[in-house]
Nanobody
Framework: QVQLVESGGGLVQSGGSLRLSCTAS????????MSWYRQAPGKERDLVAT????????NYADSVKGRGTISRDNAKNTVYLQMNSLKPEDTAVYYC???????????????WGQGTQVTVSS
């Protein structure tokens, strides 16, 4: 059974920090690129950060560059998102996503977590 379980969300004051975790099971984690997305109330789900399967390349949305760090530990099947200098506009449900493209069929495989709420108070 495929599972992605996020944790680490909560209520934090503006300027504070949080580390989100997403632990995977039921699939070969090390073969998947991992991403964090977020969705604020009434808004679309937006990409926050991505890390390649081996962890060598990361990308960030402009809104979190310099404040967010994505990392992964393939031995623990876990991806992390460290967020510093949090702002009220970072308030959202944060989701992790696992994705890979099959080399032979070009088919995409993806899995989503259930999300964790991050609320930043001003």
């Amino acid at each position: 059974q495929v599972q992605l379980v996020e944790s680490g969300g909560g209520l934090v004051q503006s300027g504070g920090s949080l580390r989100l975790s997403c632990t995977a099971s039921g699939f070969l984690f090390s073969s998947y690129a991992m991403s964090w997305y977020r969705q604020a109330p009434g808004k679309e789900r937006d990409l926050v950060a991505t890390i390649t399967s081996a962890g060598g390349i990361t990308n960030y949305a402009d809104s979190v560059k310099g404040r967010g760090t994505i990392s992964r530990d393939n031995a623990k099947n876990t991806v992390y998102l460290q967020m510093n200098s949090l702002k009220p506009e970072d308030t959202a449900v944060y989701y992790c996503r696992a994705a890979r493209r099959d080399i032979g069929s070009y088919r995409w495989y993806e899995h989503w977590g259930q999300g964790t709420q991050v609320t930043v108070s001003s």
